[in-house]
């Protein structure tokens, strides 16, 4: 049995770190359904206590606040892009188009539009 701390910081190591479940079953000396059952409920718990402090703006304050380049990119059609990551790619066919200065090493970004 793990301590609200314990719990919490497993918590927050699968969101920072995106660890597996099986890493975390094993680090905190657990089974993965227990795991996997902290954290879903921690998750809900936060949502309900934080929804309230997500202010989303109206659709032309994103408009008048996006980006020049997206502007440019995606006219009236974007409101605002809810997730851009990258993915590690093993061996790029185009390597100068998936290098990333950020990460430093070639991925493949992926954006979710809305």
């Known amino acids: 049995m793990l301590t609200h701390f314990e719990e919490f910081m497993l918590v927050m190591i699968k969101l920072r770190l995106n660890a597996k479940y099986q890493d975390l079953a094993y680090r905190f000396t657990i089974y993965v359904s227990t795991v996997h059952r902290i954290f879903l409920t921690w998750i809900k718990a ?3 206590m934080l929804k309230q402090t997500i202010i989303w703006p109206d659709r032309d304050t994103l408009q008048m606040t996006m980006p020049d380049c997206f502007q440019v990119a995606f006219s009236k ?29 070639n991925t493949a970004k992926v954006y979710y539009l809305v």
Request: aromatic share 16%; charged share 20%; with cysteine.
């Open 77 to 105: 059609k974007v409101a605002v892009i809810l997730d851009c990551f990258e993915v590690f790619i093993e061996r790029p066919s185009a390597r100068a188009s998936t290098w990333s200065n950020y990460k430093h090493h």
């Open 46 to 48: 936060m949502y309900i």
